[in-house]
C-alpha cells in the first residue's frame, strides 16, 4: 500500500468518524468524508483544502453510493482504506419497536454498509490491494435489553464481514471489524431513535439507567490512533476489539458462552450432527 493513503469514511462528519478523519489528515494521508451532514468538516476543509474531499451520502440510497464511491476513486485515483463507519442507534425494548425502526436500523447499519462494501471491492480488486474496516460494535457477541435491534443489524455486518474477508483475501483486500465500546459520540443522541416506552418496562429501564450512569465514555479522538495503528499493520487482524474496558467485557461475555455451551454440551451432543 503506498507510503501517502487515501481514505473513504463514511458517517465521517461527527463522532468515530470524524475523529478517524482529522487522524488521517494529520498524518498526512487523503481524505474522502463522506456524511449526509457536511457542516461540521468545514474547518478541516478550510485546513486540508487539498487533501480532503467532501461529499454527500446518504448510504441507504445504493446508487448514490455508486455514484460517490465511483467519483471518489476518479479523484484521488485509487482507495486505500475504506472505512464504513455511518450508524444510528435504535434505543427501546424489543415488543415496543416499530416496523419502520426496525427496518432503518437496518438500512443504515447493515444494508448501508454492504451498498459501500459493494461498491468499493472493483475498484480494489482492479488496483490488487485494499484495507476495508468495517465498525461494529463490542456487544455483537449478544443483544443486551433496548439496543437489541442495533446489536442485531451490527451482529449482521460482523457476519457478513466474515464471509467477505474470506471472498475478497485472494484480491489483495483485507478486511477488518473494528468493535468499539461506549465513546462519547451523538450516537445516543442526536444519532438516536427511540421507541414509545411501554409501561411494563419501567422497572428494567429504572435498572438500566441505574446500570450506565451518565458517563458519556471517553472522547472519540482516543480511539483514532488504534485505527491509525491498525492501519499501518501489513498484515491486519480480522477482528480488533477497540477500547480497554470494552475488551474486558467481551472477555467476560465470551467466558460465559463457553460455561453455558460447557454446562449444556451433555444434552448437545445426544443429537447427531
Known amino acids: 500500500m503506498p507510503s501517502t493513503r487515501v481514505w473513504f469514511i463514511t458517517g465521517a462528519s461527527r463522532g468515530l468518524g470524524k475523529a478517524f478523519t482529522e487522524a488521517a489528515l494529520a498524518a498526512g494521508d487523503r481524505v474522502v468524508a463522506a456524511a449526509r451532514d457536511l457542516s461540521?468538516?468545514?474547518d478541516l476543509r478550510a485546513s486540508y483544502p487539498d487533501r480532503i474531499m467532501l461529499l454527500t451520502l446518504d448510504v441507504r440510497d445504493p446508487t448514490a453510493v455508486q455514484q460517490v464511491v465511483d467519483e471518489a476513486a476518479a479523484a484521488f485515483g485509487r482507495l486505500d482504506i475504506v472505512v464504513n463507519n455511518a450508524g444510528t442507534m435504535l434505543l427501546g425494548m424489543v415488543e415496543e419497536a416499530t416496523e419502520a425502526q426496525i427496518r432503518d436500523q437496518f438500512e443504515v447499519n447493515f444494508f448501508g454498509a454492504v451498498w459501500v462494501t459493494q461498491a468499493v471491492v472493483p475498484h480494489l480488486r482492479s488496483q490488487g490491494f485494499g484495507h476495508i474496516v468495517q465498525v461494529t460494535s463490542m456487544g455483537t457477541g449478544g443483544g443486551f435489553a433496548s439496543t437489541g435491534f442495533y446489536a442485531?443489524?451490527?451482529s449482521a455486518l460482523d457476519s457478513v464481514s466474515q464471509a467477505l474477508a474470506m471472498e475478497v483475501a485472494p484480491f489483495g483486500i483485507t478486511v477488518t471489524i473494528v468493535q468499539p465500546g461506549s465513546y462519547g459520540t451523538d450516537l445516543f443522541t442526536r444519532g438516536t431513535t427511540a421507541t414509545t416506552p411501554r409501561a411494563e418496562y419501567a422497572p428494567l429501564r429504572t435498572q438500566l439507567s441505574e446500570m450506565w450512569g451518565e458517563d458519556?465514555?471517553?472522547?472519540?479522538?482516543?480511539?483514532a490512533p488504534v485505527v491509525m495503528e491498525l492501519a499501518d499493520l501489513p498484515e491486519p487482524p480480522s477482528r480488533l476489539i477497540v477500547g480497554a474496558a470494552s475488551f474486558d467485557m467481551v472477555e467476560q461475555m465470551e467466558a460465559a458462552r463457553r460455561s453455558e455451551y460447557d454446562a449444556w454440551k451433555h444434552l448437545s451432543v445426544k443429537a447427531p450432527g
Open 152 to 154: 442485531a443489524s451490527k
Open 216 to 223: 458519556v465514555g471517553p472522547a472519540p479522538s482516543t480511539a
Open 40 to 42: 461540521p468538516l468545514a
